[in-house]
């Protein structure tokens, strides 16, 4: 793969997210989540995936630069539910997914992080939904799964605002498991999915398909409802803006528009 490494030891898959400066998340990098996916579903020698990001990030966002190859709504919803099914099918794989985050996990980063099902950090780490800053919202699921761990008010908070918080903070909203030092971060995470994988895997699938039940019954509308609003407001002159704005790395100047 161009954009991810897998490497086994004791019944666990660390998978390196590797695009450089930022781990941006291109459509190439996530049809490559997918396709790692598909290489260790059916192999008996992976019980837990454990995904983190080489360099200084776990994964700063998606790729703004690619939006800007895309020029319908219809493409970009698209574009969203692309990304809404890989992450979904992270969320419901019969192994465990663990995402150990260091440096920043914002926008699809994010996302891509709430789609695994333990979150271990740094505790300087940086978790957000930055969208609102370019005039876009979340497009992978993010205004769906990030209420269901710390809250409607909370995600409130932070979608609007787009102010990221700690890794601390992210145990202590319930966004993330456990926090610790940089130098820690991937020994634990390891100590962790190493216990983890001498569980029974039979008994693991069935575990994991049961926390699919604890979704609402809205959620699946919700995600539509993104996808769709997603397209809608990638073709305003306010996301043109934004998008802009962020290239040239300076504000954005937003009219309502």
């Not at 993104?226 to 073709?235: L, P």
């Amino acid at each position: 793969m161009e954009f991810l490494k897998i490497d086994r030891e004791d019944g666990v898959a660390i998978v390196s997210i590797n695009r450089p400066p930022a781990n941006a998340l291109s459509s190439g990098l996530i049809k490559e989540i997918d396709r790692m996916l598909d290489s260790v579903e059916n192999d008996d020698s992976v019980r837990v995936i454990i995904l983190h990001g080489e360099g200084r990030f776990f994964s700063a966002g998606a790729d703004i630069k690619e939006f800007t190859t895309v020029s319908s709504g219809e493409e970009f919803t698209k574009l969203s539910a692309a990304g809404q099914d890989v992450f979904e099918r992270l969320e419901s794989f019969k192994k465990p997914v663990i995402a150990a985050i260091h440096g920043a996990a914002l926008g699809g980063g994010l996302e891509l992080a709430m789609g695994c099902h333990i979150r271990v950090v740094t505790e300087k780490a940086k978790l957000g939904l930055p969208e609102l800053q370019l005039g876009l919202i979340p497009g992978f699921a993010g205004t769906q799964r990030l209420p269901r761990y710390v809250g409607v008010a909370r995600a409130a908070e932070m979608l609007l605002t787009s102010e990221p918080i700690t890794g601390e903070e992210a145990v202590r909203f319930g966004l993330a498991n456990h926090a610790f030092s940089e130098e820690e971060l991937l020994p634990k995470t390891m100590e962790m999915a190493k216990k983890i994988a001498k569980k029974s895997p039979i008994a693991m699938k069935a575990a994991l398909q049961m926390l699919q039940f604890t979704k609402p019954d809205s959620y699946y509308e919700g995600v539509k409802a993104e996808a769709d609003s997603f397209g809608e407001v990638f073709v305003s002159e306010d996301a043109k803006e934004g998008i802009q704005a962020f290239i040239e790395k300076r504000e954005p100047h937003f009219k309502g528009n």
